[in-house]
């Protein structure tokens, strides 16, 4: 028997954020890079800010995915190739840590946070996607 639990499914963002802040978790590197949501570091449904924070960061993960554009001679975007989408968003600014941290294979940083608990850059932001 499977069983799926979804606590979070009816919350607010605002619920979600207050509940990591009153239990002291850690949030995800992404959010403290500046992303609104997690998913794929190339996501089909990235904003043009998000795509650009890619072309600064990790340019080899950029040019796979607009290699496949190329390739397959479609874009992603309905109207915009990734290029385009670059061009017209400005980078997160990521801190070395948390970029090492966010593209490391081992997550060695604490779950659960034991001092202060601050909001991350990404929390009520850039969240494109599906709803």
């Not at 996501?43 to 290699?67: E, R």
């Not at 948390?98 to 990404?122: E, N």
């Amino acid at each position: 028997m499977i069983y799926h639990a979804r606590i979070a499914k009816d919350a607010t963002e605002k619920q979600v954020w207050d509940l990591l802040k009153q239990y002291g978790v850690n949030p995800h590197p992404a959010y403290q890079a500046g992303w609104g949501r997690t998913s794929c570091l190339t996501c089909i449904f990235g904003s043009a800010n998000q795509w650009a924070t890619v072309a600064k960061y990790m340019p080899d993960h950029l040019n796979k995915v607009i290699g496949y554009e190329k390739e397959f001679g479609v874009t992603i975007h309905r109207t915009l190739s990734i290029e385009e989408q670059v061009d017209l968003g400005t980078p997160y600014n990521v801190e070395p840590e948390v970029y090492r941290l966010a593209m490391s294979k081992d997550y060695t940083d604490d779950i659960i946070l034991s001092g202060s608990w601050d909001l991350p850059k990404g929390a009520f932001g850039d969240s494109s996607g599906p709803t």
